[in-house]
């Protein structure tokens, strides 16, 4: 079936840092979310694209949709211990109200 | 956006039994989805909630095993029968909502269920 692969996996980065974390399809997809999850929680979403190329900021966070619409990227900057969590990416399914799920990248932050 | 609660939050439950979970929109939407996340792993659709139909389950997901009810707009529950240890997972539910081509999906906090 289709998958979403989003790298890195994990990764631990010190308070302030930028972070930079990517969703690749093997299919293009007209709609990516990305989510955060935090432990014991559902997914909350921050960050909708709906247009190839479009460049989507909310506070510290900013997405891109690309250009090949097989691939997005998520942008941290200067994190803070609050953005720990899991942060999936979700594609949604053409000719559907579906959405399928990446992977997902477990962020640490050390303060 | 939708707010989204379900019930119970939590459930520890024996093999064999079943489990019913229910989930509460503040808003009428049309269209409603159950997701399974196993531990330390992504999401996994089940199936969709229709409304004044029979749910459509994705592969490798069936009735009898997760039925699942949607008698208004606002209102579902889905069933984990004849529990077994593997389906000890979070079960989310979760709605879409949105305009022409811009639609966004929403998830309620949960139902962490460990069978034991």
């Known amino acids: 079936g289709q998958q979403l692969n989003q790298s890195p996996q994990s990764m631990f980065i010190q308070e302030g840092e930028d972070v930079s974390m990517n969703c690749t399809s093997s299919?293009?997809?007209?709609?990516w979310l990305w989510y955060k999850q935090d432990p014991g929680e559902g997914p909350v979403l921050l960050i909708a694209?709906?247009?190839?190329?479009e460049l989507t900021s909310n506070g510290r966070l900013t997405a891109q949709f690309g250009t090949t619409r097989k691939d997005s990227f998520l942008n941290i900057s200067a994190s803070i211990p609050s953005d720990v969590g899991i942060y999936f990416c979700?594609?949604?399914?053409?000719?559907?109200?579906?959405?399928?799920f990446g992977t997902g990248t477990r962020l640490k932050v050390l303060a | 956006s939708a707010v989204i609660s379900q019930k119970p939050s939590r459930d520890i439950c024996q093999r064999g039994t079943s489990l019913t979970i229910q989930c509460q929109v503040d808003s009428q939407v049309t269209m409603m989805f159950w997701y399974r996340q196993q531990p330390g792993q992504s999401l996994t659709l089940i199936a969709t909630a229709n409304q004044g139909s029979e749910a459509t389950y994705e592969s490798g997901f069936v009735i009898d095993k997760f039925p699942i009810s949607r008698p208004n707009l606002t209102f579902s529950t889905l069933t984990v029968s004849n529990m077994s240890p593997e389906d000890s997972s979070i079960y989310l539910c979760?709605?879409?909502?949105?305009?022409?081509?811009?639609?966004?999906?929403?998830f309620g906090p949960g139902t962490r269920l460990t069978v034991t």
């Open positions: 299919s293009i997809f007209n709609t």
């Open positions: 979700a594609v949604r399914l053409s000719g559907t109200y579906k959405y399928i």
């Open positions: 694209l709906y247009k190839a190329g």
């Open positions: 979760s709605v879409s909502t949105g305009t022409g081509a811009l639609y966004e999906q929403y």
